[in-house]
């Protein structure tokens, strides 16, 4: 099945502690991207890839960090996590060219005390 | 996303036709999209439209954009209790960025 797979679904952390949100597609996607959901503010870009070893910011990349060593994986690293990281967050992928139509993951929940 | 633009809420009666309305500020997105988002799962495609074009019609989906305004509307006929979710428009500007609105709760009602 054709799909994006995060891990973990839910966390609850402390401040300071690093983390890492993985982030796997079988479905040979050259872009990936992560985004995090906040109530009232919809989804915003974090970070994006639009290949291997390419990444860009998005709308809010401060506190995260991303790699892309290989062409199925994009995790989101968080070094230090802070409060306001509290959020869900969702990585997608697509194809480049034609309507670029995102597949999304199925969320993680991360609680940041 | 602070560039596009939609209501938070609609109540809608089983039934009745549900209209979402989206407007979104960059002139040269190539793509516009509505995603379905149901409790507790990520985001899910439900149709997309080209710039070039007005309106795009998809079963009980009809699409519309008014590139003059820069608005996008989503309209779902005989609204069902499956349809209560949380729809988000999004644009795809030159660049591959994808800019979403907040999200519209729509609340289908017996």
């Known amino acids: 099945e054709a799909q994006v797979t995060q891990n973990p679904r839910y966390l609850i952390t402390v401040t300071g502690k690093k983390l890492t949100v993985t982030c796997s597609q079988n479905?040979?996607?050259?872009?990936m991207s992560w985004y995090r959901q906040d109530p009232g503010l919809g989804l915003r870009q974090i970070y994006y890839s639009m290949n291997v070893e390419v990444t860009d910011k998005g709308d809010v990349p401060e506190g995260y960090k991303v790699s892309r060593k290989e062409k199925r994986n994009f995790p989101l690293i968080l070094e230090s996590p802070s409060p306001n990281q509290t959020s869900l967050y969702f990585c997608?992928?697509?194809?480049?060219?034609?309507?670029?139509?995102?597949?999304f993951g199925a969320g993680s929940r991360l609680t940041v005390l | 996303g602070e560039d596009v633009e939609q209501s938070l809420f609609l109540s809608v009666r089983e039934g009745d036709s549900s209209v979402i309305n989206c407007t979104y500020t960059?002139?040269?997105?190539?793509?516009l999209y509505w995603y379905k988002q149901e409790p507790g799962a990520g985001l899910q495609l439900l149709t997309y439209?080209?710039?070039?074009?007005d309106m795009k019609q998809d079963q009980r989906l009809t699409v519309l954009l008014n590139k003059k305004d820069k608005h996008l509307s989503l309209r779902i006929a005989d609204t069902q209790t499956g349809d209560s979710a949380i729809y988000f428009c999004?644009?795809?500007?030159?660049?591959?960025?994808?800019?979403f609105g907040a999200g519209t709760t729509v609340t289908v009602r017996a």
């Open positions: 999004a644009e795809r500007r030159n660049d591959y960025k994808l800019s």
């Open positions: 479905m040979n996607h050259e872009y």
């Open positions: 439209i080209f710039s070039n074009m």
């Open positions: 997608a992928s697509s194809p480049i060219g034609g309507a670029n139509v995102l597949t």
């Open positions: 960059d002139s040269s997105s190539t793509y």
